[in-house]
């Protein structure tokens, strides 16, 4: 089964053709590589994962390829929590330094 019956249409023929691509002239595109694609749930729903491919020798000389998927949705969730923890952190820096400012000025 190819990896790509997960990926919306778009990507679906991208990595199709990467792939007949590695398989014509062997220069790696995505091969080795990680790549952040939309993958799609049986429901419909969309959500971020990562994708690493690998190229398997076998003793026959046959080769396979392997994927490696990693579902992003916590670790996205996480990145704009600490974002936006960031974010207004900064925002009361800035409040503050406004305050002692004020306060500077009325002492004046």
């Not at 995505?30 to 419909?44: C, I, N, Q, S, W």
């Not at 390829?65 to 996480?78: P, W």
Request: aromatic letters at 8%; a negative charge; charged letters at 30%.
């Amino acid at each position: 089964s190819n990896i790509s019956i997960l990926m919306n249409k778009h990507d679906q023929q991208h990595h199709d053709g990467y792939m007949e691509r590695y398989m014509q002239t062997g220069v790696k595109k995505v091969m080795g590589k990680k790549r952040e694609l939309t993958a799609m749930r049986k429901d419909g729903t969309t959500f971020q994962f990562e994708l690493g491919l690998t190229e398997v020798k076998l003793g026959d000389g046959k080769a396979i390829f392997v994927g490696f998927c990693k579902d992003m949705t916590s670790l996205k969730q996480h990145r704009l929590s600490l974002e936006y923890g960031n974010g207004m952190a900064a925002f009361d820096d800035d409040v503050d330094e406004h305050k002692t400012s004020d306060d500077e000025i009325q002492r004046a």
